[in-house]
């Protein structure tokens, strides 16, 4: 057995990490920079540098209410005293109950079932399987594939990665390993635009080509994230909606990164009154401490399921409602019901259309685009991830571009002053040339 080294630095730590560590979407040929953090509270990383900086990111979309939150915190220690793990077959506990009680509570109409995951790709995965054996409780064994939109993104297992953009998805490499499914084009781009005749046309004829052979229409409601961070009117929702209605397939709602308030609504399907018959959320769920999704379906579809030959869902993790992320989830609700969310997310949309609108006339910039919480400056030209980041370190803020797009989801929390200074960021960043790929 090798020995651990008692008198190990950080740097020796650091180059543990560049040697054996895999990073997300990072090569281990030539591994992309990191930065060691020490601790976090409220919207500040500190790095063990002794260096803070404002996060922009809530460590991709999830820490909600900030780092260290005392109610969070409380909840956490309170819930290890009494179990922090015990089986979910044959098995409940309070922690799980309390949370499935909220999370129905506060979902849209009819969503009043939850199936409890270990994270948004097992939510989609949970997803999917619900799809299929609903379909094949009803003798329609004939219909495999599904619906979903160009330019989306859902995870990175398998069936989640089957239904993310075939291109820019990030998962071109396994196409030939994975099921085939129907993909409509992208929406146009725009809260408020207006669906023309053409792309009614569009949609009426994808649905008429495909909806035989499909289970269900898989999206990301309003906000296509990982995908290219892409807003699109809720018209779509609605005319995708009534289609699903027509040809009786199951409309499945992708709320991981919109889902709690980012969008300033509590589920982004709402901004087009929209009912899912199955709805997946995770993310913010737990305020960011620990890993946890779920998927909601109507009582519908469970009971669809039910009659079927398996007579039950066929999935069941190791770590379904794992008590302790359990109670910090209820808490994380809790704490967002009670902080007046509507009007921050709606203070911060409109703190970030005011600091960002410097951006809008820069030539390296293609399109600013703003809903809620989140803010996307799209350029041109790629942007060098290793660079910016070092770049945007030095200012005192973290942020992670990809690709061609820098953008913002901060904690609930921020304040203006804070907010700012990643906005002058993101805008000295898109003005340094050196700063973007020349291919």
Known sequence: MKGIDKFK????????????????????????????????????LKLESGQELIDGMSSWWAAIHGYNHPQLNAAAKHQIDQMSHVMFGGLTHAPAIDLCQKLVSISPEGLEKVFLCD????????????????????GNTNKKKFLTLSKGYHGDTNAAMSVCDPVSGMHHLFQDFMPKHA??????????????????????????????????????????????????????????????????????????????????????????????????????????YLTMAATLCTANVAHTIGRGAAGVLMHGPTFMANPLACAVASASIDLLLRSNWEQKIKDI?????????????????????????????????????????????????????????????????????????????????????ELFKND
Request: charged letters at 20%; proline letters at 4%.
């Open 9 to 44: 630095t950080a740097e020796m730590d650091l180059e543990f990490d560049r040697r054996h560590i895999w990073h997300p979407y990072t090569s281990l040929l030539h591994p992309l920079k990191v930065y060691a953090v020490r601790s976090a509270a409220g919207v500040r």
């Open 119 to 138: 994270s948004g790709s097992v939510a989609v995965e949970v997803a999917m399987k619900m799809a299929i054996q609903y379909q094949h409780s009803k």
């Open 183 to 288: 993909f409509m084009d992208a929406p146009k781009m725009g809260y408020d635009y207006q669906l023309r005749q053409e792309d009614q046309q569009l949609i009426a004829q994808f649905f008429a080509k495909n909806a035989a052979e499909a289970v269900a229409f898989i999206l990301e409601p309003i906000v296509q994230g990982a995908g290219g961070m892409r807003v699109y009117a809720p018209n779509y929702l609605r005319l995708i909606k009534q289609y699903c209605i027509q040809y009786d397939l199951l409309f499945i709602a992708d709320e991981i990164a919109t889902g709690f308030g980012r969008t300033g609504r509590m589920f982004a399907c709402e901004h087009a009154a929209v009912q899912p018959d199955i709805m997946c959320v995770g993310k913010g769920l737990t305020g960011g």
């Open 349 to 433: 949309e409109q703190k970030l259309t005011l600091y960002l609108a410097a951006a809008n006339s820069l030539d390296r910039v293609k399109e600013v685009r703003i809903i809620g919480a989140i803010a996307v400056v799209e350029t041109h030209k790629a942007v060098h991830v290793e660079k910016a980041q070092a770049f945007f370190v030095a200012r005192g803020v973290w942020l992670r571009p990809f690709r061609n797009l820098l953008y913002i989801m901060p904690p609930y929390i921020i304040d203006a002053v804070d907010l700012q200074q990643l906005c002058q960021a993101i805008v000295s960043a898109v003005q340094l040339a």
